[in-house]
């Protein structure tokens, strides 16, 4: 029975649509996923050392436990967001005269597959073989090892009944959120019997075994919870969610743009593939930390901040732009038979970046903590992204054809939707270009020369945004059958 | 209304549709029916531009369809499901149409209003996105957004499957009225030889892209149908 399985996976797998893809996305996506696992074995190998440098008097074990579980609420979070469910396919073989158990046990197996378990995997093998190689006790480490790996197959397990179930969801939400708060507000700090009761796992290794019964405990209930669900209309069905029916006949002031807007709003708050994208963008916000803590980069090469600022406020224009037509995909055919100038279309994806961009600007207000400076460049590369990179985003999406399942989460890795040689290439005047505005006259003249260009060329940008948006235009209308043929096609 | 000439289309090599001649007048219930890859769908698709006619053109009104998109404020239709948005509630999908046909809400809510019968009681306030409703009743959405905002011509391929009886029945007389009252010019694809004839003055047959018979509907029709597709 299993070989059957086996068989069937094998063939998702290799006629899989990422696998159809030209050598040359093989190859990216292979280098991506070795930089991703060499990025968590690195970290988890030098996790140690950091730690044994910065707090000279803690032993790093004991860091590592007390904070733990942060670690794992992120993990939570990340899955929750991010993992997708592996349910959809059971369908065929309910007909079949298979044994519901063995399809089940198939099932939640097949999960432990999942790209989120090997993060723990290749973060914590690395530091407990570190931990062996400096004469750490062997039993205590490997036991402590296996215990970390029955808590991430947990979170595997525990994501699963919370995407399925209102209540687990809630209970699990309330929990988190209350957790968060109380340390807020330094009523209560979880890290503290949290750090006791990791660094107990690790000093009394025979507890090993409580993670190993969760573990079985939440296996043993997501099991009953499909077998008493094994119906279409049970845990396999998709959720039908109640309408919520938001008046925004506001927006009309927008004039011919207002309908498509109007839907915008609709297709990004209902549906969960750009609900991700809005999140992503949000965290996109953070990237200037990675540059304004360095004093390198502000002292000798201010010209990468401009670099940065562009990421700070675009995360929405950068993601959700370079798949313009294809948030659309689903119903492109309607688009294009329906009285619609290709005009208005485009107009109001612009309308929403330079929204989006806005927004991202005003939530950003906090950078001012490093000085006015910061603020600026954050303030230059707004204009940037408003008045050149929209145009440039959207004229890049313009040549990428492939459909996006609106209510479908993406998969981490197998989706390389927008994933193109052409796509690449645009990508590229997006990173450059404010490089090269700013360091110019960064170069001859001096910092603010470098600010005032940046900032004069969204400037410029805005004032040629019909003559930008014509030949946006003109480049999908060419496209146009194109376009349709790729998005009709089956996924 | 609508002129064909020379239509033909061709997929690596293959022909699928070769139309040399065909004339729709304005106002004519017209059924094209054939087997599966008869070209049907392929010709509603050139009708709307939606594919590039390896040789030939159509032109409706005197518009070339594939040069001008003059043709759109006067055309609906209804291929399939990549023609609804999945995610709004009947309601909205009606008024986004109707904004895009130059409708104003009271419009299009006059305008639904005459189809409660044919909704029967589930589409309307039912606080469901258009994706969570079964294929019938995105079928009967569908149809009547094709309604809104006066066209002069509608398409609609296959409107009758997966509809149920009482909404079967329903929409033949709606189409009817269309083409006799209004002055519509209705095409219409199907499968269902009894109800092409019940609706349709006209019935071209179509064959491996080819037309083969070019009907006025009468008493004989039916038969005569039934007879070339069992032979």
Known sequence: MIKHFLNLEWKQFRRASYFQK?????????????????????????????????????????????????????????????????????????????????????????????????????????????????????????????????????????????NKSNTVFYVIATAVIAIVTLRYFNIFDITEPAGKIFNGLYNHPYLAIIPLLIMLGLYKANFNFIRKGFYLDGAISKKIKEVNATDLSWMDRFGSVAPFLKNDIKMITRNARPKQVVMMSFFFLFYGLF??????????????????????????????????????????????????????????KWYLMVFAVIVAFILSTPYLYFGVDIYLIIAAGALFNIGLNTFITLFGGALNRVPIELDTKAKAFSNTNGFNPTQLLIALPKMVLPIIIFFIPYHFFNFNAGLIALALSGVIGMVFKNFFLNKIEQVYQKGKYKTIAAFSEKK | ?????????????????????????????????????????????????????????????????????????????????????????????????????????????????QFEDFFHDEILAKKKYLRDLSKGNQKKAGIVAALIGNPEVIILDEPFANLDPTTQIRLKQIIKDLAQKQGVTVLVSSHDLLHVTDVCERIVVLEKGEIVKDLATSEATLKELEQHFAG
């Open chain 1, 291 to 348: 540059f304004f803590t360095q004093k390198i980069y502000i002292e000798e090469m201010p010209y990468l901040l401009g670099f940065a600022s562009i990421f700070i406020t675009g995360g929405f224009l950068l993601s959700f732009g370079q798949l313009v037509p294809s948030w659309d995909s689903e119903y492109y055919k309607l688009l294009m038979s329906q009285n619609i100038p290709y005009r208005q279309y485009l107009e109001s």
């Open chain 2, 1 to 113: 209304m609508i002129s064909t000439s020379n239509l033909s289309k061709a997929y690596n090599g293959v022909t699928v549709l070769n139309i040399e001649n065909l004339d729709i007048p304005k106002g004519q219930s017209f059924g094209l029916v054939g087997n599966n890859g008869a070209g049907k769908t392929t010709y509603f698709s050139l009708l709307l531009d939606l594919i590039q006619p390896t040789t030939g053109h159509i032109k409706s009104k005197n518009i070339l369809v594939n040069e001008s998109e003059d043709w759109k404020p006067f055309t609906s239709s209804f291929i399939d499901e990549s023609f609804l948005i999945g995610y709004l509630t009947a309601e909205e999908y009606f008024y986004f149409i109707g904004e895009l046909r130059g409708q104003n809400k009271g419009d299009v809510d006059a305008l639904v209003a």
């Open chain 1, 22 to 162: 030209g050598i040359a996305i093989k190859i990216l996506l292979f280098l991506a996923v070795l930089y991703f696992g060499g990025i968590a074995i690195f970290m988890g190998g030098i996790l140690f050392f950091g730690l044994e440098k910065t707090f000279p008097d803690i032993d790093p074990i004991v860091m590592v436990n007390n904070y733990l579980i942060y670690w794992i609420l992120f993990e939570l979070m990340i899955r929750y967001f991010m993992q997708q469910l592996p349910v959809m396919n059971i369908k065929p073989l309910m007909i079949i005269p298979i044994k519901r158990n063995s399809v089940i046990h198939y099932l939640l197996g097949k999960t432990i597959l999942s790209f989120f378990n090997f993060i723990s995997v290749l973060l914590f093998i690395p530091f407990s073989v570190v931990l062996l190689v400096k004469g750490y006790p062997v039993v205590n480490v490997i036991l402590w090892f296996f215990a970390l790996m029955c808590i991430t197959m947990s979170i595997n397990f525990l994501n699963f009944l919370i």
